[in-house]
């Protein structure tokens, strides 16, 4: 059998079995929707107003005086443009048996899967990011990655260079909703507040809160939750799923859900701890954007030889360059709840 195990042709097939794929929603939802913009520059600013006027409205007889006032309802944030890159590389062994070899040894071309490779990575670190790696603390403007949902909707962080108290009601329209009620001017936030998932209290999350009021259309939501939230409040839709069908075929199984028009999602990445799986976004998604400058928008360099260099290695290196940042231009219309079971 040694013998004949040695002299037989293994059957190889020549494809690739991807066992790491997974989808990335948040950031396929923006490329949907075009607000994966390119633009320049080392900061990102604009306009925000902050305020309604009516209270200066006046009603008033013939012979009353006219009164006059003004109210400052302009800010500015700014956002820093952040920089990124991935490297590529492949070593002398690579360049000796796979490129330029014929169909009968390159089994793989080598650096173009690496080249795809790298920017399906650019783009899992991006959505990565935007989850805030998974932590509660929310990234320092300051710092060098990328802003992220929990920076934009945790409640009192300081977020585009303002900063936000609930104690003290600084900037409220500039926090991220409240689930307590329409009036944001609270004490404290009851961000952190155990609640149960279910279909009446996410219709109230929307319902009570700033969200329904810079709701546009329906289509604006975009729901967030792990596998296991959604499966649950799959179980509690289709529970109520009503009707009688005399049959011996029977189809079972929410695949897609909609509350009230609003799109909810299944997100994989949340499942990756026991604080993220108790995290439900609600996301106007009018609102985000994903900045990417126009000099650096995932441009890959070339492959260069390192071996030319004093105490260079034999291998050939490029990277994949990106710069930007990940903003809300308006929190108080999303809504971040940590801790729902």
């Known amino acids: 059998m040694s013998d004949l195990s040695n002299a037989t042709r293994e059957l190889f097939l020549r494809t690739l079995v991807n066992q790491i794929f997974y989808k990335l929603p948040v950031l396929e939802e923006l490329q949907r929707r075009r607000q994966i913009t390119f633009k320049g520059g080392t900061s990102i600013k604009q306009l925000v107003d ?39 590389r492949y070593d002398v062994n690579d360049e000796l048996q796979n490129h330029d070899a014929d169909k009968e040894i390159q089994l793989l071309n080598l ?88 279909l009446y209290n996410l219709r109230k999350w929307i319902n009570e809160t700033s969200v329904s009021h810079n709701m546009e259309s329906e289509d604006d939501l975009y729901i967030c939750m792990c596998p296991t939230l959604w499966d649950k409040l799959a179980a509690e839709m289709e529970s109520r799923v009503g009707g009688y069908k005399p049959s011996n075929y029977q189809r079972q199984g929410i695949r897609k859900m909609d509350l009230d028009g609003h799109q909810i999602v299944s997100v994989p990445y949340l499942q990756k701890s026991d604080t993220t799986k108790k995290w439900v976004v609600i996301m106007n998604m009018q609102y985000w954007e994903l900045r990417i400058h126009t000099k650096r928008n995932f441009k890959l360099t070339d492959f260069k030889w390192q071996g030319d260099r004093t105490n260079g290695y034999d291998y050939w290196l490029a990277r994949i360059l990106w710069a930007g940042n990940f903003i809300c231009w308006k929190p108080n219309s999303s809504m971040w709840l940590t801790n729902v079971v």
Do not use: C
């Open 50 to 88: 902050t305020a309604e006027i009516d209270d200066q409205g006046q009603d008033y007889g013939a012979n009353e005086p006219l009164t006059d006032s003004k109210t400052d309802t302009l800010e500015k944030p700014s956002f820093t443009i952040k920089l990124a890159q991935m490297p590529l």
């Open 111 to 198: 650096s173009k899967h690496l080249t795809k490779k790298g920017h399906r990575g650019a783009k899992i670190r991006m959505s990565n990011q935007i989850w805030n790696s998974g932590s509660v603390t929310p990234v320092d403007e300051s710092g060098t990655k990328f802003q992220s949902i929990v920076s934009a909707l945790d409640h009192d962080a300081t977020y585009g260079g303002l900063t936000r108290s609930f104690s003290s009601g600084t900037r409220d329209w500039w926090q991220g909703a409240d689930p307590a009620g329409l009036n944001e001017s609270i004490s404290s936030s009851s961000q952190d507040t155990q609640v149960n998932l279910t």
